[in-house]
């Protein structure tokens, strides 16, 4: 809790003007809460630049209600150092509006084809050093340095056009990449082509003459696939069973010098919300998750809460420090707030929890019941989420 809002408090506790507190106090609370660091950024806790991962998510429209809400809850749940955004369906100063607004501090943007693509790249410098060197309406190209250590790799963010004629396009434009760069290299992409008939579910079968030009474009460039976990297709159109159609197109490739830079990397299939593509992460350092006591943070959620200023008046005495209030005050939010908010966040972990198990069945063994489950845990999630913001 900020100073400001310490002194805030501790006046309204002192002269006992409880009445209309919200007023007089909570913008200020609210604001303040709001500015204040993420947990996982907190300057309190372990050093966070050895953790380096990169996200990417097809969001299919980034003038949706909700994307914004998603974007930071991302952020917050898996902190990636670089974020790509595909088929945003924005460029220029629209783009550039709305990612201001995003918790990143840089951005590259490629114009959209038409009224479709549109592909973002984000990132916070704090922990990676990012060099564009070209950009297309399909592809962005950037040197990624990351923080405290030497190591450079070439990242190449990809929305491959889902016409025949402009990816061929991209073919040749990677196929030029591979031969002026002889370092470490990632594509993290959206490739709107399932590469073999293990990554289609429905309808007709894989294309064989645009996935044998795919996978020649990604033998010429040498790359590899590192696996994944999660639920195996990426993509569903979101039909019942008889018209159902799933795929893998969002993936990331390596090449053998970057899979030697980081032995350990492995890709995860996240739970798919808010758009008909997963988000998909590269975590180059797993570690175990080793439980640490969260610092106090003050929520500005509480502010809703009519029995929130109970709480503040409590932890005041009139022979106790500001210190010793404070210390006092912590204890008994943190208390509060779990018996008070812990039931929507322990709900929404449950609902994640649901889609995950589902979705992963659904790629194996679809049936109408799962699809429609399914369905529900996302407009369940939907309202978990609308509350957990208004909060």
Request: glycine share 4%; net charge positive.
């Amino acid at each position: 809790m900020g100073l400001p809002m310490c002194r805030l408090v501790m006046r309204v506790l002192r002269t006992g003007q409880m009445r209309g507190w919200k007023m007089q106090v909570g913008w200020s609370l609210r604001v303040e809460a709001r500015q204040m660091p993420p947990f996982n950024a907190c300057r309190f806790c372990p050093d966070q630049s050895v953790i380096m991962n990169v996200l990417i998510w097809n969001c299919r429209g980034a003038l949706k209600p909700n994307f914004q809400d998603y974007i930071r809850e991302l952020f917050r749940s898996h902190n990636p150092a670089i974020l790509v955004v595909m088929e945003t369906h924005i460029g220029g100063v629209r783009a550039r509006e709305i990612t201001d607004r995003l918790p990143f501090e840089n951005a590259i943007h490629t114009n959209t084809i038409g009224l479709a693509g549109g592909l973002w790249m984000l990132w916070n410098s704090g922990r990676v050093d990012v060099t564009h060197l070209a950009s297309t309406e399909q592809e962005i190209h950037a040197i990624v340095k990351v923080s405290n250590s030497d190591s450079n790799w070439l990242l190449s963010a990809i929305y491959a056009s889902p016409r025949s004629a402009e990816r061929e396009i991209l073919w040749n434009n990677l196929n030029k990449t591979a031969d002026l760069h002889d370092m470490p290299w990632v594509i993290a992409r959206d490739f709107n082509e399932p590469l073999t008939g293990k990554d289609k579910f429905g309808a007709r079968p894989v294309s064989v003459s645009r996935s044998l030009l795919f996978k020649d474009c990604l033998d010429k460039c040498n790359m590899i696939d590192i696996g994944f976990t999660g639920a195996r297709f990426t993509w569903t159109n979101k039909r019942p069973l008889q018209t159902l159609i799933q795929e893998r197109i969002d993936r990331f490739f390596v090449n053998p010098r970057w899979c030697l830079l980081f032995p350990n990397a492995k890709v995860t299939h996240l739970n798919r919300c808010h758009s008909d593509h997963c988000p998909v992460l590269l975590d180059m350092q797993p570690r175990p998750f080793v439980g640490r006591k969260r610092p106090f943070r003050f929520q500005s959620c509480w502010l809703s809460d009519p029995s929130f200023p109970r709480v503040v008046s409590q932890a005041w005495h009139p022979n106790s420090s500001l210190f010793e209030a404070i210390k006092v005050f912590t204890e008994d939010a943190a208390k509060w707030n779990r018996l008070n908010f812990g039931n929507i966040f322990d709900k929404k972990k449950s609902i994640m929890a649901r889609l995950n198990g589902i979705q992963k069945v659904v790629s194996v063994r679809p049936s109408n019941s799962l699809l429609n489950l399914e369905s529900e845990l996302q407009r369940k999630l939907e309202v978990v989420l609308t509350q957990e913001e208004e909060f």
